[in-house]
T-cell receptor, first 108, second 114 residues
């Protein structure tokens, strides 16, 4: 079965603290994984894709095939990082399978 | 590149009325997706097209919902008749063919059925 699991619905941290948003996937083939961010009442925006191995807005994510995980990390959270984060898996048909999302709240 | 364009941005109508949501994908993108987002159910894929052909409509809730893509630059999602439980934000997204290509989302249509 193709599935994406984000175990935390809400993650609350203080400004400057490290952040890790968890994502686990289930997929039999070679996965294509993405992180999307949705700021309040706005469109979903691509944050990261595993193939790029880049850092965007201080966020990084590493694909761990052994643990079937693609956790999103940032060493020092900022208040403007408060948003909804979705992990997504693309299957061979081009369809995105989304996790349920994690709401990140960064307190001052 | 103007991105994925959706219209209207907001729609408020009474139950029983027909609602038509519109989407213009990014030029050159072969795939188009319609999603619905609610607090209760999160993001749901309703239907997607490849080269204007519907590929998977298993997410369409019921016969009241229909979607068309008459050409590569335009798609509609229609609800007839509308019901209050259809109130949600509807997103359109597009992507090009190829591995590791992300989907690009529009700003969404916020639909309220009274």
């Amino acid at each position: 079965a193709q599935r994406v699991t984000q175990p935390e619905k809400l993650l609350s941290v203080f400004k400057g603290a490290p952040v890790e948003l968890k994502c686990n996937y289930s997929y039999s083939g070679s996965p294509e994984l993405f992180w999307y961010v949705q700021y309040s009442r706005q469109r979903l925006q691509l944050l990261l894709r595993h193939i790029s191995r880049e850092s965007i807005k201080g966020f990084t994510a590493d694909l761990n095939k052994g643990e079937t995980s693609f956790h999103l990390k940032k060493p020092f959270a900022q208040e403007e990082d408060s948003a909804m984060y979705y992990c997504a898996l693309s299957n061979q048909g081009g369809k995105l399978i989304f996790g349920q999302g994690t709401e990140l709240s960064v307190k001052p | 590149d103007a991105g994925v364009i959706q219209s209207p941005r907001h729609e408020v109508t009474e139950m029983g009325q027909e609602v038509t949501l519109r989407c213009k994908p990014i030029s050159g993108h072969d795939y188009l997706f319609w999603y619905r987002q609610t607090m209760m159910r999160g993001l749901e894929l309703l239907i997607y097209f490849n080269n204007n052909v519907p590929i998977d409509d298993s997410g369409m809730p019921e016969d009241r919902f229909s979607a068309k893509m008459p050409n590569a630059s335009f798609s509609t999602l229609k609800i007839q008749p509308s019901e209050p439980r259809d109130s949600a934000v509807y997103f359109c997204a597009s992507r090009p063919t190829g591995r590791h290509q992300p989907q690009h989302f529009g700003d969404g249509t916020r639909l309220s059925i009274l």
